[in-house]
């Protein structure tokens, strides 16, 4: 199934969540009512259609057991501690004989299991549990989402962005424009759009009109982008007004705030500088390697050009039809 702006946030929340727990090394990192395990109480209900409730409101500190479904049988163990020795040691605990027609799960909320999922593991309770499906991570998690239909995509959406939405970073705050990067990021860019009509002539007259020689070959070669930043641009605002606008308009800011000290090349250069300055200190940006943002920086930066948010036109211009 096609990816979905739904899904990239998605994706983007649950991966800045699980680096968080990793960097400060324990779970109640959030206040997500009171502890990380009732976050994954309410995400794998809203995914699964489970009916977990939090075992520990009802009796404090019970072994091997966080979470329970008694409809469904199942009981949970959310853990940032992904190992076979942590499990080994759940399974083995008295307090789990009373499950016997349950199903034991175990949700690492930091790592990724697929290691984890190919060890044998002592079960001296013989409870039911199969390492292969009964071993949850983020990655297998985000893979039955990315297979939902748009609709339960946009429910499972709307919860995390309740809960991790408006987390802020201690020095750093979110932006729309990391938010974008983070999508361009997963795009195929081999992989051209020809849904608009580029004129190139058009674009050629732009340049030359203003001065444009060692940026004429990054708009060259990024300008055929055009129709799948404006696909992108479409989908973004779909999760909220002026999103796609409030991209523009920051370039565009970093474009006025520069024109009255550099021109030409330095300064079509010193935009890119300065939007990858804002995107790299911005709180939901998820590392790439710099190459890679370089590439979607520059297919942001010339898809600007080409809408007139940056330098001069000239008289007539229109590079789309």
């Given at each position: 199934?096609?990816?979905?702006?739904?899904f990239?946030?998605?994706?983007?929340?649950l991966?800045?969540?699980?680096?968080?727990?990793?960097?400060?090394?324990?779970?109640?990192?959030?206040?997500l009512?009171?502890?990380s395990?009732?976050?994954?109480?309410?995400?794998l209900?809203?995914?699964?259609?489970?009916?977990?409730?939090?075992?520990?409101a009802?009796?404090?500190?019970?072994?091997?057991?966080?979470?329970?479904?008694?409809?469904?049988?199942?009981?949970?163990?959310?853990?940032?501690?992904?190992?076979?020795?942590?499990?080994?040691?759940?399974?083995?605990?008295?307090?789990?004989?009373?499950?016997?027609?349950?199903?034991?799960?175990?949700?690492?909320?930091?790592?990724?299991?697929?290691?984890?999922?190919?060890?044998?593991?002592?079960?001296?309770?013989?409870?039911?549990?199969?390492?292969?499906?009964?071993?949850?991570?983020?990655?297998s998690?985000?893979?039955?989402?990315?297979?939902?239909?748009?609709?339960?995509?946009?429910?499972?959406?709307q919860?995390?962005?309740?809960?991790?939405?408006?987390?802020?970073?201690?020095?750093?705050?979110?932006?729309?424009?990391?938010?974008?990067?983070?999508?361009?990021?997963?795009?195929?860019?081999?992989?051209?759009?020809?849904?608009?009509?580029?004129?190139?002539?058009e674009?050629?007259?732009?340049?030359?009109?203003?001065?444009?020689?060692?940026?004429?070959?990054?708009?060259?070669?990024?300008?055929?982008?055009?129709?799948?930043?404006?696909?992108?641009?479409?989908?973004?605002?779909?999760?909220?007004?002026?999103?796609?606008?409030?991209?523009?308009?920051?370039?565009?800011?970093?474009?006025?705030?520069?024109?009255?000290n550099?021109?030409?090349?330095?300064?079509?250069?010193?935009?890119?500088?300065?939007?990858?300055?804002?995107?790299?200190?911005?709180?939901?940006?998820?590392?790439?390697?710099?190459?890679?943002?370089?590439?979607?920086?520059?297919?942001?930066?010339?898809?600007?050009?080409?809408?007139?948010?940056?330098?001069?036109?000239?008289?007539?211009?229109?590079?789309?039809?």
């Amino acid at each position: 199934m096609k990816r979905s702006i739904y899904f990239n946030f998605i994706e983007d929340r649950l991966n800045h969540l699980a680096t968080r727990i990793i960097s400060r090394g324990k779970l109640n990192i959030l206040d997500l009512h009171g502890h990380s395990e009732n976050f994954y109480q309410y995400l794998l209900n809203e995914v699964y259609s489970w009916d977990l409730k939090n075992e520990n409101a009802n009796k404090q500190n019970v072994e091997a057991i966080d979470l329970i479904d008694i409809g469904n049988k199942l009981i949970i163990q959310v853990s940032a501690t992904a190992t076979k020795q942590k499990i080994e040691s759940s399974l083995s605990k008295d307090s789990i004989k009373q499950f016997k027609e349950y199903t034991y799960k175990f949700v690492s909320i930091a790592i990724n299991a697929d290691d984890l999922r190919k060890n044998k593991f002592n079960n001296p309770h013989g409870i039911k549990f199969d390492p292969f499906v009964d071993i949850i991570d983020n990655k297998s998690i985000l893979t039955f989402i990315k297979n939902m239909n748009p609709e339960s995509q946009k429910r499972v959406y709307q919860f995390i962005k309740k809960e991790l939405g408006a987390e802020i970073d201690a020095m750093k705050m979110e932006s729309n424009l990391a938010s974008i990067i983070n999508i361009l990021s997963k795009e195929d860019l081999d992989n051209i759009d020809f849904e608009f009509e580029i004129n190139s002539f058009e674009i050629d007259r732009k340049i030359s009109f203003n001065n444009l020689t060692s940026a004429k070959l990054i708009i060259e070669d990024y300008f055929i982008h055009y129709g799948r930043v404006d696909r992108i641009y479409s989908e973004f605002d779909s999760l909220g007004s002026n999103k796609s606008k409030s991209v523009l308009a920051s370039i565009r800011q970093e474009y006025a705030k520069a024109k009255s000290n550099l021109k030409d090349d330095q300064l079509f250069f010193e935009i890119i500088s300065k939007i990858e300055e804002k995107v790299i200190n911005s709180a939901n940006y998820i590392e790439i390697p710099i190459e890679e943002l370089e590439l979607c920086l520059n297919v942001l930066v010339v898809d600007a050009f080409i809408r007139c948010k940056i330098f001069e036109n000239p008289n007539n211009y229109a590079a789309t039809r």
